[in-house]
């Protein structure tokens, strides 16, 4: 369990790094080139996203679900909670989980 949450964490790293390179050709946001769809989600994302680097709070994502129709229960919240891309401070990843959504 240990070497799958190093793994993701590694992973959500080199993500943010991604999207940190990206910034400059998106216009100062930590994404490029999306989808109309993808780029709607992103901007409510942004929103919240309040230093600009990709990242948002857990309470952030709850408020984005809540406002965008879900009315998740606890428990719903946790389980999405468990695939959702996050660095060692525990913000998501917003850019990567909106890609994680589009991909599946």
């Given at each position: 369990?240990?070497?799958?949450?190093?793994a993701?964490?590694?992973?959500?790293a080199?993500?943010a790094k991604?999207?940190?390179l990206?910034?400059?050709?998106?216009?100062?946001?930590p994404?490029?080139?999306?989808s109309e769809?993808?780029?709607?989600?992103?901007?409510?994302?942004w929103?919240?996203?309040?230093?600009?680097?990709?990242?948002?709070?857990?309470d952030d994502?709850r408020?984005?679900m809540?406002?965008?129709g879900?009315?998740?229960?606890?428990?719903e919240?946790m389980?999405?909670?468990?695939?959702?891309?996050r660095?060692?401070?525990?913000?998501?990843n917003?850019?990567?989980?909106v890609?994680?959504m589009?991909s599946?």
């Amino acid at each position: 369990a240990a070497e799958a949450k190093a793994a993701a964490e590694a992973k959500a790293a080199a993500e943010a790094k991604a999207a940190a390179l990206t910034r400059t050709a998106a216009g100062g946001k930590p994404w490029a080139d999306v989808s109309e769809e993808e780029e709607e989600i992103l901007e409510a994302f942004w929103g919240f996203d309040d230093n600009g680097n990709g990242f948002i709070g857990i309470d952030d994502l709850r408020t984005i679900m809540t406002t965008m129709g879900d009315t998740l229960t606890d428990d719903e919240f946790m389980e999405i909670m468990e695939e959702v891309p996050r660095n060692s401070d525990g913000e998501i990843n917003y850019v990567a989980y909106v890609h994680m959504m589009f991909s599946s």
